[in-house]
């Protein structure tokens, strides 16, 4: 099973506090976002990793350098996109390059634990699955709806509510195949473009099982950077004499 992380954002609401490193690279109490989430998700089992960057990509070769010596059994590809593809551009560029039958998906700057084992059933019964949380407010995200049988309704816009609901958690099981027959442009929204179309074969979801963050805002970067704890159960080991921006 092959895990592609999608950071190649610019990251431009976070570099108020964020300015000298990639928004996955961000400093969480004197050591990378990322190294959390990679932890995190190696904890679980997981250990083929793919890094899909663009902006600032030489800040993630002295990461990766880092991060394989702590856990050698790590695999850890970078693969850079020359100009901005989109979600869906970067994720199709990925499959084409490093093929698997089946991948796992991240967003690089957000996360909530989740139940393994659960995601991949109920991605072998379906052509998709994802990980829904339920957060107090949605305006930030918009909202996902599910029919009886637990799967997804629709996926609503961002309106200017402050009410609870779910939301798509950024986490997708993903078919090998999935971007086959499409012919569409080489940048492109996966969420937008895709996953509407995908609807009517149905796409599964499980719920998270931790709290969500997504730390593309200053409030929620600080919130995290405060309790990182509380997002995720394990510090990481890093070398407090590292840093990740390159000479």
């Given amino acids: 099973m092959k895990v592609v992380i ?4 610019l990251g431009t609401r976070l570099r108020s506090v964020v300015s ?3 928004k996955p690279l ?6 990378p976002y990322l190294a959390y989430m990679l932890n995190a998700l190696y904890a679980k089992g997981l250990r083929e990793f793919i890094l899909s960057v663009g902006y600032k990509s030489a800040h993630f070769e002295q990461f990766i350098a880092t991060q394989k010596l702590l856990l050698p059994d ?3 590809e970078l693969v850079v996109e020359s100009e901005p593809l989109g979600t869906g551009g970067a994720l199709k560029y990925c499959f084409a390059h490093h093929p698997a039958e089946r991948y796992l998906i991240f967003n690089g700057d957000s996360y909530c634990d989740f139940p393994l084992a659960e995601l991949l059933e109920a991605a072998s019964k379906h052509n998709m699955a994802m990980v829904v949380a339920r957060v107090d407010n949605i305006s930030r995200y918009g909202e996902v709806t599910l029919r009886e049988n637990g799967c997804v309704e629709a996926f609503h816009e961002k309106q200017p ?8 958690a950024g986490v997708y099981c993903l078919p090998g195949d999935i971007f086959a027959h499409f012919n569409g442009p080489e940048r492109f929204s996966f969420e937008q473009t895709i996953m509407p179309g995908l609807l009517t074969q149905g796409v599964a979801t499980v719920a998270a099982t ?3 963050i997504d730390m593309g805002i200053p409030e929620d970067y600080q919130r995290l950077s405060s309790q990182p704890d509380y997002y995720f159960p394990m510090r990481p080991e890093w070398p407090a004499a590292v840093s990740e921006n390159p000479s």
Avoid: H, M, S
Avoid at 6 to 9: D, I, K, V
């Fill in 210 to 212: 931790g709290p969500f």
């Fill in 26 to 31: 961000a400093p969480i109490q004197d050591i």
């Fill in 6 to 9: 999608l950071a190649g954002g």
């Fill in 74 to 76: 790590l695999t850890l």
């Fill in 20 to 22: 000298d490193v990639p």
């Fill in 161 to 168: 509510t402050d009410r609870a609901g779910l939301i798509n």
